[in-house]
Structures are given as C-alpha cells and as structure tokens.
C-alpha cells in the first residue's frame, strides 16, 4: 500500500471496525427480542458487548499501527543504508 494512504485506510478500517460491532450485537439483539420476547433486554446487553468489542478491535489496531510505526522509524532504510 502506498504510504500517503495508510492514515485514510487507518481511519476507514477503525470506523468499520466499531460500526460493524455496534450493528452486529444490536441486530442480533433486535433477532432474538423478537423470536424469544426477551425485549429490550437482548437488544441492550448485545449492544453493550458490541461496544465493547468494538472498542477492543479498535484498541488492537490501534496498537498494532503504532507497533509498525515505531518499528519503521528504527529499521534503517535503504536511502540511509547506503554509503556514498
């Protein structure tokens, strides 16, 4: 990937990431509320854990991007590498 897109795709992947987990649990939730007549309860506590991952999923990629970023800065690249 091309480095001046990496912060955009960041960003697009850690959006995804919560939104997606927040949609799973309250859909879900909403599915079986419906089917078991347990409402709003599955819908709440399957929201709350969507929420919850997400916000794990987003704390892993978060750490994982700084883990690279810090890893590049100290590897040496091949501009500085060569001698002239």
Not at 8 to 18: R, V
Not at 29 to 40: E, N, Q, R, V
Request: charged share 15%.
């Amino acid at each position: 990937m091309r480095q001046d897109w990496a912060p955009l795709a960041l960003i697009t992947q850690l959006g995804l990431t919560m939104v997606g987990s927040i949609l799973l649990g309250l859909v879900l939730g909403l599915w079986i509320d419906a089917h078991f007549g347990t409402k709003p309860w599955a819908t709440l506590i399957l929201s709350l854990l969507g929420i919850a991952a997400g916000s794990y999923g987003v704390y892993r990629l978060i750490s994982a991007s700084i883990k690279e970023a810090v890893e590049q800065r100290h590897t040496p690249s091949n501009d500085e590498s060569r001698e002239d």
